[in-house]
């Protein structure tokens, strides 16, 4: 027993480990503190004591100012930093916070300079940029050793060629737009620029593209933002695109004016006019320019008040229903005097290209051409969503418009365009094999007049002055030096496509067909694309709508809406795939 308050040694320690352990716990606790404020401020107050102790120094040797002086701006950035709220990594870490914002912002040039391989690189490879830089330059775009590409990966894809090639493939093969309803049909180029605005490009780059237009006999389309004076300086081939803005020929509140479009439409270098239902980088998106753009000279060209805000709208005022569309186009190619008129798009919900096809059907209004958009197109600038998810890419969205220009037995009279990411004389073969009479292309255009991909474009300080507004930087681009090449490169890509059909037996591209296409689908198999996708025969839809895999859309389609006649979602549960389970995916052969 001991006495009352004498307690033995074994139950006098652990009084003492808990405190032991606590002040342990203190102590570390302070120097992890310590440690996380020395990582966190340990360069500031470095800097900081290094300017004091240069300073006193400094008393006795003039040299040490030099060194205090230098750390001053430093110093006065980690102040900066500390007091302000905005970024939380810059508030926790002065100065050592702005090294992760400038790797950050070098993260895309590492990663195209250093990091990417030839391939890979996105939205266009290395190989396709250098591949469009060599062309314009006037070189082949050759490549010694053999082909770089993986031939067993899943995306390969190839053309089958013949025993037999073409001698003499047509080297600058054209193609006639405009059907019986127009009088002045339209000889276009298998390949031409896409829809680009004054506004998104630049002054210089739009000159120099016309330029090039114009000397290499292919047409040049001004894009929504209207026909500017830009547009006609070197008399290229133009498209005429009307948005939903119609600018360049709309009234005080924003409405079609048949008029104003009468009187530019009538001018001899607008050789079609287009009605831009959607583009594939932002389907279903109105635009805003915000007043602080609209300078006079965008003003004046889009008929805009200037310094005030101009909205899109997401869709016409001049139509809502597929009828409409067609006798608004109908209208627009009557008051051009009759040149061919046409539609872009990119393919949404499957039953409303069907729906246009009906509608022309119904009216007897036939549009010249139709150009389908994919949803990997380009834009100035676009929400990211927009761009990565909404859209039909191109090879799915081209073979459904085709399936139903070919099925409702309309191929005949309108012409069907392609766009997205073609720049190679395989991009216009692909398109051409799945249904394509042209091809039109913006970015590889814009590689061509030189792009660098540096995808500021929506910034405003384009290194290259192809987007850029400013004078400065536009200085660097040379229309009387980029507009040749912008030629040049079209002239050496058509000349590939020349060397493809040749190869595959064939004097013209237009007898590309898909089974000529081949596609990898695994390590040990490839299937020709007529095999992938189906290739409804001429008039079927009309015929025997039921036999055929868009039964549920062609039901759907109204030629008096764009909203379904049917409920699409009952009637494809009841319908057993495959047949309705895709798009146009033919069902598995064994
Ligand atoms: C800078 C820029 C501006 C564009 N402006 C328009 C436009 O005004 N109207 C339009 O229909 N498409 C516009 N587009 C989309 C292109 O016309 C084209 O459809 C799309 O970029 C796909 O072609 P690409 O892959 O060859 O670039 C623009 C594209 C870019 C890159
Ligand atoms: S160089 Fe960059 S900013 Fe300029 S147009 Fe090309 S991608 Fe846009």
């Known amino acids: 027993m001991h006495p009352p308050g004498d307690l033995p040694s074994a139950r006098r320690v652990p009084i003492f480990v808990p405190i032991i352990l606590f002040y342990h716990c203190v102590i570390c606790a302070q120097t992890a503190r310590m440690a996380d404020v020395f990582n966190r401020l340990g360069v500031f107050v470095a800097l900081l004591l290094l300017a004091l102790v240069s300073l006193v120094l400094g008393m006795d040797r003039p040299g040490w100012l030099i060194v205090a002086l230098a750390c001053a701006p430093f110093i006065a950035l980690g102040v900066a930093d500390l007091a302000q709220r905005h970024s939380s990594v810059r508030r926790n870490f002065p100065i050592v916070g702005h090294i ?6 070098l993260r895309p040039y590492l990663r195209a300079y250093i990091v990417e391989d030839d391939l890979h690189g996105t939205p266009f490879s290395f190989d396709a940029r250098n591949l469009v830089y060599a062309r314009a330059d006037g070189g082949e775009g050759v490549q010694p050793f053999g082909t770089e590409r993986d031939v067993d990966s899943s995306h390969y894809s190839w053309i089958n060629h013949s025993i037999s090639p073409c001698a003499d493939p047509d080297q600058s093969p054209r193609v006639l737009v ?6 002045q049909p339209y000889s276009a180029s298998l390949l031409n620029i896409s829809a680009m605005s004054f506004g998104a490009l630049s002054a210089n780059a739009v000159r120099a593209l016309n330029l090039g237009a114009k000397i290499g006999g292919f047409f040049h389309d ?34 079609f004016d048949p008029a104003a479009f009468a009187d530019k439409a009538s001018a001899d270098v607008v050789k079609m006019t287009e009605i831009k ?10 635009g805003l320019l915000p007043g602080a753009k609209v300078t006079p000279e965008i003003a004046a060209i889009r008929g805009i008040p200037v310094g005030v805000d101009c909205h899109s709208p997401r869709g016409h005022s001049a139509f809502s229903t597929p009828i409409e569309l067609l006798e608004f186009a109908a209208r627009m190619r009557e008051l051009s005097g009759g ?22 059907l119904e009216t007897g209004i ?15 600038a676009a929400p ?27 191929k005949d009279d309108v012409r069907l365009a392609a766009s997205g990411k073609v720049y190679s004389g395989i991009g216009l073969a692909r398109a051409m094999a799945q249904g394509a009479d042209w091809c039109n292309a913006a970015r590889a255009f814009m590689f061509s007049i030189g792009c660098i991909q540096a995808q500021r474009c929506h910034v405003g300080n384009c290194p290259t002055g192809v987007t850029a507004q400013g004078e400065a930087r536009q200085r660097g681009l040379v229309p009387e030096v980029q507009g040749p090449r912008v030629a040049e490169f079209h002239r050496r890509t058509l000349s590939a496509l020349a060397d493809i059909t040749a190869a595959a037996g064939f004097a013209h591209p237009t007898s590309l067909e898909p089974h000529h296409l081949m596609h990898r689908t695994g390590p040990e198999r490839a299937v020709s694309m007529d095999r992938i996708h189906t290739f409804l025969p001429a008039n079927v839809l009309v015929e025997a709508p039921r036999s055929t895999i868009y039964a549920d859309w062609w039901a759907a389609a109204r030629a008096d809406s764009f909203r379904p006649a049917t409920d699409l979602a009952r009637q494809r549960a009841s319908t057993s795939p495959p047949a309705g389970a895709d798009i146009h995916r033919q069902p598995e052969r064994a």
Request: hydrophobic content about 35%; aromatic content about 8%; glycine content about 20%.
């Open 366 to 380: 036939r549009l010249d051409y139709i150009v389908v958009d994919g949803g990997e197109g380009g834009t100035g």
């Open 178 to 183: 405009g059907n019986s309803q127009s009088s």
């Open 222 to 255: 001004t894009g929504e933002g209207g026909i500017s004076s830009y547009h006609l300086e070197h008399g290229g081939d133009l498209v005429w695109e009307l948005g939903s803005g119609y600018f360049g020929a709309r009234d005080a509140d924003g409405r």
């Open 100 to 105: 992760r914002t400038l790797f950050y912002r």
């Open 277 to 286: 239902l959607s583009q594939g980088a932002k389907p279903g998106q109105g």
């Open 384 to 410: 990211m969503e927009m761009s990565d998810w909404v859209g039909m890419p191109l090879s799915e969205g081209l073979v459904l418009m085709r399936n139903a220009l070919v099925g409702a037995g309309l």
């Open 339 to 360: 040149k061919p008129v046409g539609i872009k798009l990119c393919i949404g919900q499957p039953h409303e290209p069907f729906a246009i096809a009906k509608a022309m």
